[in-house]
């Protein structure tokens, strides 16, 4: 009689059910990553939206956000999750770490005089990144965890959730914030009128905590392959003078030409290069396929926010004091344009509630 053990050792050898594990979980760890994206572009289009209605001359690039099709998005979720998959942890973490480098450069920029249009656009050519981040943090967080699988699931339930609130809440406000706000009917909708300056920082604190701990993960994840401190030494110094490099170079691109589409096209361009020629001499030939995964995912991304991209083009976006419309009586002037306080649908309902 042949028993289990005696049988199998005729089979052939076929990749183990821990390659296949790591497989999934990788799956899993890309997808959590993907949503994690995608909350913060649904959070900027509501921002970017409310910014066009309240500028009659951006109505164009209001009618670009609001028709977007939810199937393209899908696509763009699908492809963004395939890229975050197959990248690899190592990539990511360099990834994560050369945007942290640009990140702070540019924090340390918006204090000497620098706008809010620079934060705006650091949020928008940080969604790869992010992913990345988000990616390397599970990765670190979850290695040796005897129930991994199970925490990936329960933490992509959670993302999922949070995707599906913050893609729900820009649907309502791309299509119903002009009548609800003008009508003070919806709760959200007056909310986000007197608060709506206030979304930007709060993405800024959520990134910076997100960043911090990808950093951290990014850090002992590389290190762990190797085996001494010199070792180390032989990675770490070249890589840092390659990223204090790149880090100028970007600085001294984004004094000299605006923020467009073609220039972060060219931006990234540059950045993969140099990470691809840096690890020819001190990484492996999967980290230059990462490498070549990474560009095309950074692709990916500006083309899902190119309408936003040329948003920040427009000279005195985003505007500072929106202006509210509110109807008067017959026989004065039909609308009155004011600039709003920090509340202003305050002072539209004292005006809209005086007698005629």
């Known amino acids: 009689m042949f028993s289990l053990p005696s049988l199998s050792s005729w089979l052939p050898s076929l990749p183990s059910f821990e390659w296949g594990s790591s497989l999934f979980d990788s799956f ?109 943090g599970l990765s670190f967080l979850q290695e040796g965890a005897p129930h991994r699988t199970l925490n990936l699931l329960l933490s992509l339930g959670l993302a999922a959730l949070l995707s599906w609130g913050a893609r729900r809440f820009q649907r309502h406000i791309c299509s119903l914030y002009e009548l609800h706000s003008s009508q003070r009917y919806c709760g959200v909708c007056l909310g986000l009128l007197a608060g709506q300056h206030g979304l930007p920082r709060l993405l800024g604190r959520t990134l910076a905590v997100a960043l911090a701990v990808s950093d951290l993960a990014a850090v002992a994840l590389i290190n762990q392959d190797f085996l001494n401190t010199s070792e180390a030494v032989r990675f770490w110094t070249p890589l840092t003078i390659c990223y204090t490099l790149l880090v100028i170079y970007m600085q001294e691109e984004q004094r000299q030409h605006h923020f467009s589409l073609q220039g972060q096209i060219q931006t990234v361009l540059v950045r993969m290069g140099g990470l691809f020629i840096l690890l020819m001499t001190v990484g492996r030939w999967l980290d230059l396929l990462g490498i070549l995964v990474s560009f095309l995912g950074e692709l990916w991304c500006l083309v899902g926010v190119r309408t936003q991209i040329d948003l920040c083009q427009i000279q005195g976006f985003p505007s500072q004091r929106p202006t509210v419309t509110a109807a008067v009586a017959p026989g004065r002037e039909s609308a009155v344009t004011a600039p709003c306080e920090p509340r202003p649908f305050t002072s539209a309902l004292s005006r809209s509630e005086a007698p005629s």
């Open 28 to 136: 899993l760890q890309g997808l959590i990553a993907a949503l994690g994206v995608s909350v913060l572009n649904n959070l900027l289009k509501v921002y970017f939206f409310v910014s066009c209605v309240n500028d009659p001359q951006r109505q164009t690039h209001k009618q670009r956000l609001r028709t977007q099709w939810a199937s393209l998005e899908t696509v763009h979720l699908a492809g963004l999750i395939l890229f975050l998959t197959v990248v690899g942890t190592r990539v990511a973490a360099l990834v994560v770490l050369e945007f942290s480098l640009r990140a702070v450069s540019t924090v340390l920029s918006l204090g000497k005089g620098s706008g809010e249009k620079d934060r705006l656009q650091l949020f928008l050519v940080c969604q790869f990144s992010l992913g990345c981040g988000l990616t390397c």
